[in-house]
């Protein structure tokens, strides 16, 4: 069994929908959770990452982690053409090294 | 790209060919990894290392070794080469920060194993 589990899609949806990604995990020893984009051909780039459970803003983004329920969530809201690419959730159990897991990637495509 | 090259940007190769991908940075970071990616399974660690001729075994390390002579650069190197390792290799940096060490990724090599 995968230690990060996400939905690969495809997700389409028209401009200005909400958006909502997720992972779950397995293993409560994952401290920090994080959320890059990768637009096509191109590498990984971190969009936002959070530390232990709550949320985190960053205009149009939102994180989420839920450790009880070992559940992390993007939400993209008033999606843009541009948000479209592959998001790809990633958590380190620790700070020293950095070793990142990361979940499959889920493919997003917002058609204008 | 947060100052990291990859070469070569793509390769096509013949089973049973050395291969080897370098990844170069212009800082002088102490951690540096390589990563595959393939559908399925996202992005999965190879190896890492966290000093020069420093370094250990990741996720998917059979068939692959790494060398690390000068800070900037970090060898990947396939003995021979298998169409099983046929995937997108990048290679990442971590950036000390707090309280979270970022990492910056290349930009991907991508290799074909015939």
């Known amino acids: 069994q995968k230690e990060v589990e996400q939905d690969p899609g495809p997700l389409s949806v028209p401009e200005g929908a909400i958006v909502s990604l997720n992972c779950t995990y397995s293993?409560?020893?994952?401290?920090?959770f994080m959320w890059y984009r990768q637009y096509s051909r191109k590498g990984p780039e971190l969009l936002m990452y959070t530390y232990s459970s709550g949320n985190k803003e960053d205009g149009r983004f939102t994180a989420q982690v839920d450790k009880s329920s070992k559940y992390i969530s993007l939400f993209i809201r008033d999606s843009q053409p541009s948000d479209s690419a592959t998001y790809l959730c990633a958590m380190v159990k620790e700070t020293s090294g950095s070793r990142l897991t990361f979940g499959e990637g889920t493919q997003l495509t917002v058609n204008p | 790209d947060a100052g990291i090259t990859q070469s070569p940007r793509h390769k096509v190769t013949e089973t049973g060919t050395p291969v080897t991908l370098r990844c170069h940075q212009t800082e002088n970071h102490r951690y540096m990894y390589w990563y595959r990616q393939d559908p399925g399974h996202g992005l999965r660690l190879i190896h890492y290392s966290y000093g020069v001729k420093d370094t250990d075994k990741g996720e998917v390390s059979d068939g692959y070794s790494v060398s690390r002579s000068k800070t900037e650069d970090f060898l990947l190197t396939l003995e021979s080469a298998t169409s099983s390792q046929t995937s997108v290799y990048f290679c990442?940096?971590?950036?000390?920060?707090?309280?979270?060490?970022?990492?910056?990724f290349g930009p991907g090599t991508r290799l074909t194993v015939l």
């Open positions: 990442a940096i971590s950036v000390p920060g707090q309280p979270y060490n970022e990492q910056f």
């Open positions: 293993n409560s020893a994952f401290q920090y």
